[in-house]
């Protein structure tokens, strides 16, 4: 079993930052990957970022290549996910997810675990 929490969401003006964490309990933390996926009412969930259970590779969705890190610190247990340049358009419910596949994956029927998300609100 492995238990996610999320935090660091909030409200903040367009071109704004913020720093998502997603705090993982359960499992030895590096025997799996992490996911950050979003979801907006009325819209379907989407993939945003991955990173590999080491750490070390990473994959991004397109709409927020260049703006968004995420990383993994498997000293803390936590993945985190950076967001710079903030949109209107990013405006969603923030999940963060594990996978005990190899690889990193945008697929979200790959991964295990979800925690109960954070919201993030973006002026313009």
């Known amino acids: 079993q492995v238990q996610l929490a999320e935090s660091g969401g909030g409200l903040v003006q367009a071109g704004g930052s913020l720093r998502l964490s997603c705090a993982a309990s359960g499992r030895t933390f590096t025997t799996y990957g992490m996911g950050w996926f979003r979801q907006a009412p009325g819209k379907e969930r989407e993939f945003v970022a991955a990173?590999?259970?080491?750490?070390?590779?990473?994959l991004y969705g397109d709409s927020v290549k260049g703006r968004f890190t995420i990383s993994k610190d498997n000293a803390k247990n936590t993945v985190y996910l950076q967001m710079n340049s903030l949109k209107p358009e990013d405006t969603a419910g923030y999940y963060c997810?594990?996978?005990?596949?190899?690889?990193?994956?945008?697929?979200?029927?790959?991964?295990?675990?979800w925690g109960q998300g954070t919201q993030v609100t973006v002026s313009s």
């Open positions: 990173v590999s259970l080491s750490g070390g590779g990473t």
């Open positions: 997810a594990a996978t005990f596949r190899g690889g990193i994956t945008s697929m979200s029927t790959w991964y295990n675990y």
